[in-house]
Structure formats: structure tokens, C-alpha cells
């Protein structure tokens, strides 16, 4: 089943949180409009908000209520990923030329400034002091992760907890708090929005494990840009640190740099999915969706249930 | 009279405000925490924070409130200088290295973002809705101010008002929330409040121009940084827009790039001096500054009023 296919009851909410998100990013310079709808358009599973949809199922469901979370955290995001992009030098971002492409660096830092600043006037609307509290603190820690990303580059020295603090931080906090956030504003008791928290956060490790192990796996078509990326970029992924337990693989590995030939990095892509690098890493996101789901099963008994159900075990063996 | 000397009775509630900064920017990461705190210990003026201290005195003066808007309003600036030096690709700021200088842009970058995360998470706290709106609009503001500054770089062809927008968006705007936040968290009414807004507006503008100014007339040493920069870097700003009035000026201005010879520049430099522009220049200033001082009449007879009057006037007159 396609992934839009397990919420689509939900679609009518989704569409409104669609032309809020453009809505919001309408910017009175033509520039910075043109280099967020840019953003905005080029897509995205906005799995984020979907998240706190469903979390909203579990309580008093209100679509104004739920709208003031989702809208925001999703501009987070989307301003993340603009200034990731300025970060990883990136050319490609899900098939389309990102900002730093289209127009320069310095564009998309301020782009992403702007839908940051964005997010941040409709999180002054939240009035709910929890969900404030979560959102901000997400922004925080996702910061805090993005430069430890950076610091980690190229340092082949480092351990599995190296890489899941980062994940962590990068990705899965942030899908945690939008399971949560849903709740919190639908008045969800805390046991509940907890477990949907605890939830998302295995979710989103799983997620980023997968999302790392594609980078190897996974097509130019079907990621939207080359594959091998990550480690070009000096990103130690979990693939990474499993190959490097082999000698011969990590002497290639730490020889590995951005100005590297073409041929050779592909030569090493294609030794590291023949190791057992790929077939570990899916182990250990697998073991991050079995603890999700089985937080499931404390959740009160409904339809958004069984469609985060859905989502989880699609995440696991999603292959773009 | 030193700047500082106008506010000495403020000065334990400015310590307070400074070592907040300090503990809110308190990062995990090391690499970050010595980024963040390289910013704030570079110093500056810390304006902000005083007109906001100042504003409060105007009502009901309580530090623990006042603090709340102070510290995220001057993290907010903090960020903002931080991405800017990346898009200038400056070096030295307030005579100290950039961290885009110490570290790289990169570094710089997430900084920035880790910088105005933390500022987010204190708006949080913030109980009154007027005192959130004044905060996310400002950086809304703040955003679209420094993407239209970039837009407009190097473009000959522009006149007073593209001018005056940039600049009401990219300092004013922040300074007049400065003067307006400490007066709402105070309890103030609104007319107080508004005029306070509206003073702080004014006075930004003079100052931002004097700024401009300065780039021409000051020092190495008294900038912190070489002269001419602006310029160099393509940012047209009010003694530039003067001096095209004059046809030679203009066709040597038009002619500018950043990678010019430095004795190009500083002889263009010194022609601009030579010419009417910097007097042209401290002209608009100054009405900026007579209609600050003017507003200032319209509010209620205090010590505070005092102190923004001496501030304005030394704003206006300052030659660092």
C-alpha cells in the first residue's frame, strides 16, 4: 500500500495544512517568496504533520487546535532541510535543484531564516505552555544535532552512541514531538501523549537508519539525488561504522574525501553493500520499529492507531 | 559623557541580563558552546536590552519580567550579526575574529540557528501574547530586511526609499520593539507603549544611518574592522546613494566589485568623503533624531526619559 493511501481519511485536514503552510510563507519580497515556495513545492512526504494529526485522534479532536503545532513544526523542518542543503553543498534535494542551486548559499541561509521566523510567529498563536515547550526544545536540540553532524565529519573514529546521539537529535526528536504535540493539544492525558512521544521517537530512529542505509541501497531515481552521498559528505552513518569493522573496508573508508573520483567512491558504495554493513544497520532499525510497535499496544484502541501502526512498518522497509 | 555612564543606576540589572545570555547559550555541544559564547563575549553595546530596561521603567518594573523580552531580544541580534558575517564573509567584528574567521561558515551558520533557537525557547515563556507578537514580528522583519539587502546588492539603481526600507527592516524595527517590549511586560498603557515603539523606531533609523556613515568616516580602529566595507561589498547605503548624484562619483561607484584593489577602494573612498554625501547623510540622520527627541515630550517625566534622550543624542553624535 502507498504510504498516502494509509491516511487518506485524513485528507481534507492535510490539504488545509498545505495551503496554511503556503499561506504562511507568503513573503512580501518577491526573492524570499519565490525561494520558499520553492521549498515548500519541491515537496516532501509531510510526515510530520501527519503525525500530529493522528496524535489529535486520541483526544478532543480540533482541526484549528491542531493546525497552530503541525503548520509550524513543519516550516521547522523545511527550514532545516534549507539550511542543511547549504551545509552538505547539496545540488539535489528530492529530484529538484535546491536553493543553494537555484539561486546562491547566502539565499537559502536567509530563506531559511525566513520560514524559520515564520514558524516562529504561529508557535506565539500555540497557547498551550507544554506544546510550546516542546516545540522550542525541538528547535533546540535539532541545532544542537545539526552541529554535532558537522563536528563528527570525516572523524572515523567515533561509536554507534556517536551516531545515535546525532539521529537522535537530527531526526527523531523532532518526529516525537509531532506525535506528542497533536496530543497535547487535543487534551490528551499525559500516559497517552507520553507513549505517543516514546512512539515517535522509536519511529523516527528506525526512520533515519533506513533513510542512512538508503543512501547506499538506493538509486539516483529513487532518492531524488546520487546515492553515496552521506559518506562523500564525511557522514558517518550506521552502514558506515558496521563496514568499518572490516580492516581492508575501513583503510578505504578513511582514505574517503569530498574532492574524491567518481569511480572510486562508487567502487566503495558497491563493497560496502556487499558486506554485511547494510543487512546489520536494517537489524538495528528494526529493532527501534519493534519498540514502537509494541508501545502501540498500550495506546487506547482507534483508527489512528492502526494507521500509525501502518506508517511505522511502512518506515521500516520503505525503499525511497 | 560615556555611553555606558548615561544607564550606571541600571547596571545590576544589566549584569543580570548578561549573565543570562551567558547561562541560556550554555550548549552540550563544546564546539558550540564556545562558538555561542566567542559571539557573546565579543561584547557590543547591548542597546537592546537597555531600551528595554528603560521602557520598563515606564510601568510597573520588575527584572524577572523584563528579563524574559531582554534576552531572547538580544539573542535574536546576537543570531542575526552571526548569519550576517557569514554573508558578508567578514573577518573581524568589534576588532575580534568572526567565527566564520575562527571556525567557518558552516559553524557560523548553525550557531546562528542554535543562537535563535535558544531565544525561541525563552519567548515560550513569555505570558503576554502582545510582548510574543512584538518578538516573532521583529524577526520576520529582521529576516526579509537582510534578504532584500542582499538582493540589493551592487544594484546602482536604487533610490532613498529602497534604502530606508532596508534599514527600517534590518535595525530599526528591532530597537523600536527594544523600547516597546519593557513597556508592555511593564503594564504600560498604550499610548506609552506605542510612543515608545515609535521613539525606538526613530532612533534606530539615526543610528543605523550613522552606522553607514561611519563605514566611510572611521577608522580601522575605531570600527573594529576596515573601512569601506559596506561598500566593498556592495551595500549601497545613504553616503553611496548621495554621492551618485555626482556623475563622476556614480560612473566610479557603478564600477565597484569585491575583488577591487584596496588603493582603488580607498581612493574612491576618500572622494566620497570629499564630497557632500556624508553631509547629506548626517542630515537625514538628524531628522531622524529631532523626531525621536520629539516623541520623547509626549511621555511622562521620569528618570528613564532622561537616559533614552542622552542615549539618543549620543546615538546621534557617536563616532564608534
Known amino acids: 500500500m502507498k504510504l498516502k493511501m494509509m491516511y487518506s481519511y485524513l485528507n481534507s485536514d492535510i490539504n488545509l495544512i498545505e495551503s496554511e ?24 512526504k509531510r510526515i510530520r504533520p501527519v503525525f500530529v494529526l493522528l496524535g489529535g485522534k486520541f483526544g478532543d479532536y480540533d482541526i484549528e487546535e491542531i493546525k497552530n503545532v503541525a503548520v509550524p513544526l513543519e516550516l521547522i523542518h523545511m527550514a532545516s532541510l534549507v539550511h542543511d542543503d547549504v551545509i552538505d553543498d547539496a545540488e539535489l534535494r528530492r529530484g529538484q535543484p535546491t536553493i543553494k542551486a537555484k539561486w546562491d548559499n547566502r539565499i537559502a541561509m536567509y530563506t531559511g531564516d525566513y ?58 526528536l523532532l518526529i516525537a514531538a509531532s506525535c506528542q504535540l497533536g496530543a497535547v493539544v487535543s487534551g490528551v492525558e499525559e500516559r497517552v501523549h507520553r507513549n505517543l512521544y516514546r512512539f515517535g ?20 531515481q529513487e532518492l531524488g539525488k546520487p546515492a553515496g552521498g552521506d559518506l562523500l559528505q564525511g557522514n558517518i552513518t550506521l552502514p558506515v561504522l558496521y563496514a568499518m569493522s572490516d580492516r581492508k573496508l575501513r583503510a578505504k573508508i578513511e582514505n574517503v574525501h569530498e574532492h574524491m573520483q567518481q569511480a572510486d567512491i562508487e567502487e566503495l558504495i558497491s563493497m560496502i553493500k556487499k558486506s554485511d554493513a547494510i543487512e546489520k544497520s536494517l537489524a538495528v532499525s528494526d ?16 483508527r489512528a492507531k492502526k494507521t500509525l501502526r501502518d506508517i511505522a512498518k511502512f518506515i521500516g522497509k520503505r525503499k525511497y
Open 115 to 172: 520560514i524559520f521566523a515564520r514558524a516562529l510567529e504561529l508557535i506565539g498563536e500555540v497557547k498551550n505552555p507544554l506544546a510550546h515547550q516542546i516545540l522550542s526544545n525541538s528547535i533546540v536540540q535539532l541545532s544542537v544535532g545539526e552541529i554535532e553532524q558537522i563536528k563528527d565529519k570525516y572523524i572515523f573514529d567515533q561509536n554507534l552512541r556517536d551516531y545515535l546521539r546525532r539521529i537522535r537529535r537530527k531526526t527523531a
Open 21 to 44: 503552510l503556503e499561506a504562511t510563507i507568503e513573503a512580501e519580497s518577491p526573492l524570499l517568496r519565490q525561494a520558499s515556495l520553492h521549498t515548500l513545492r519541491a515537496g516532501g
Open 287 to 302: 529493532r527501534y520499529l519493534a519498540k514502537a510497535l509494541s508501545i502501540l499496544d498500550e495506546l487506547p484502541q482507534n
Open 201 to 220: 521517537y522509536y519511529v523516527g530512529m528506525s526512520f533515519q537508519i533506513t533513510d542512512d542505509v538508503l543512501d547506499f541501497t538506493g538509486t539516483e
